[in-house]
Nanobody
Framework: QVQLVESGGGLVQVGGSLRLSCAAS????????MAWYRQAPGKQRELVAL???????NYADSVKGRFTISRDNAKNTVSLQMNSLKPEDTDVYYC????????WGSGNSVWGQGTQVTVSS
């Protein structure tokens, strides 16, 4: 079993910053992609940022230049630094990883429990 534990959400004013962190534990041989998604009530979950095992990053247009995703492969963690926050960034943020439990194993996906980010104006 692989579990993700998220931390760092909260309430912040417009223009402020927050840093989300996600730690993976369990039977992990290798983590391929690590990503952050967000979801508002009644809406589809959307990709915010993704980082590959090689460090290649991809961002939603709405967060480019404001958010930075990073990972620590030795610690199996991924972080999302969020700057210049806007009210429209208010959502529940979810960590997601694609991992293998062995060298021959197929990829599996697991989600964190979600952490609330609220940006007040």
């Amino acid at each position: 079993q692989v579990q993700l534990v998220e931390s760092g959400g909260g309430l912040v004013q417009v223009g402020g910053s927050l840093r989300l962190s996600c730690a993976a534990s369990g039977s992990i041989y290798r983590i391929n992609n690590m990503a952050w998604y967000r979801q508002a009530p009644g809406k589809q979950r959307e990709l915010v940022a993704l980082i590959s095992i090689s460090g290649t990053t991809n961002y939603a247009d709405s967060v480019k230049g404001r958010f930075t995703i990073s990972r620590d492969n030795a610690k199996n963690t991924v972080s999302l630094q969020m700057n210049s926050l806007k009210p429209e960034d208010t959502d529940v943020y979810y960590c997601n990883i694609n991992y293998q439990s062995s060298i021959w194993g197929s990829g599996n996906s697991v989600w964190g429990q979600g952490t609330q980010v609220t940006v007040s104006s």
